[in-house]
């Protein structure tokens, strides 16, 4: 199978002509045993490449291009099929935007194409190389992007627990910080469930039937608000995870919330509930009112798993939560992936317009958080900084600049 892929990066140090030509030669050696053919443009301090042929020598070859020490921050921006190649040659073009102007760059791709003109300017390859050659000249994301800057460590102040390892009969609690790192503060802390000797959600979903599910799942909050109280989470928020169908389905659910907060010695305007993405856009109609109730109670809501689903940025059309929780399958490896950086470029540009609070769940790596931290991110949850800890608070581990 005919593949496409268009990877970007940065130089690494300097590189003169002959340094180039070095990496020209090479590539049309190899390229053309591979019968990968493609085209280079560099301006100075970026690359942008396409490389096409067939599937395994595409991917062999990227590979080996992104190992080597010549150029880092590389992103894979597109992977793609094709009936033809878009560059005829096997080989690969070489442009330096130094010294060729960008309209002879395009014109030349078009021409090389086997596309139709007008054709040919709607392909990906051709905008993925247009907007190379037209991009602004502002300081580029990977210019603040510097992981190998930070070191994370850990922290040995931890707000104190009062009752340690409460034992709970049917039902128990973790909490796990969403952190503002730059600022070395805790924002909230979320309560996520576990069965009684630890298990996961899934576990403790899996044990409680079906018609008492909306029912237990509110009730269950009670402990995570008592957990709060006694773990003394302060003026801190506390964030617990609701299923849609609980709010929507028991009768009074909002003040049966209302009721358990006040009885745990909180307040409604600390409390933030997530509902998943998935779960609001398949009941969207008899969730709207609950909302409204909710936040009329003083209660927060937060859209969890954002950008899981295929609601996405349109569910932001129908109502607007104070915070969204970007997924954890966009988070992982963002630093690597164009089209998982296009998504939160997008996500942070219209939550910073609308006011809605983001927070990227499922951080592990000082890449992904350096990533998404230049990004505009300010607000972080995972491993990278603190793991969940049954009926306690965990300590944070902070990064600090070497
Ligand atoms: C921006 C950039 C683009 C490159 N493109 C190619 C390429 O298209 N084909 C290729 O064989 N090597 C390419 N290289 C060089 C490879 O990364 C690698 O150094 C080379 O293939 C190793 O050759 P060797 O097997 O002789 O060690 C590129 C390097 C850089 C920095």
New binding site residues.
Partial sequence: MLSTLIYR?RLRGDIDDVGLAA?LA??QQ??AELQVSGI?LYDGSQ?L?V?EGPLESVQA?FN??GK?P??DFVVEMMRDYAPKRHFETVG?TFFDLRRVRAHTVLKSVIKSSVVPFNLAREERVYKFIRSFLRRPAQPHISQQFQPDAWRVTHSQARIPCKVPSMVRDDCQFALQPIVEPLTGKIKAFEALIRTPDGGSPAAWFASVSTDELYEVDIHSKEKAFALAKEVNIGSHMISVNLLPGSLVQVPNAVEILLAQIKRQGLVPQQVIVEVTESEVISSFDEFEHVIRQLRAAGINLAIDDFGAGFAGLSLLTRFQPGRIKIDRSIVTDIHLYGPKQAIVHGIVRCCSELEITVVAEGVEKVEEWCWLEAAGIKYFQGYLFAKPVLNDTPTVSWPVAD
């Fill in positions: 990066s990496i090479r590539a190899r390229n280079l690359f490449q490389l070859l080996i291009i080597d010549r150029h690969m």
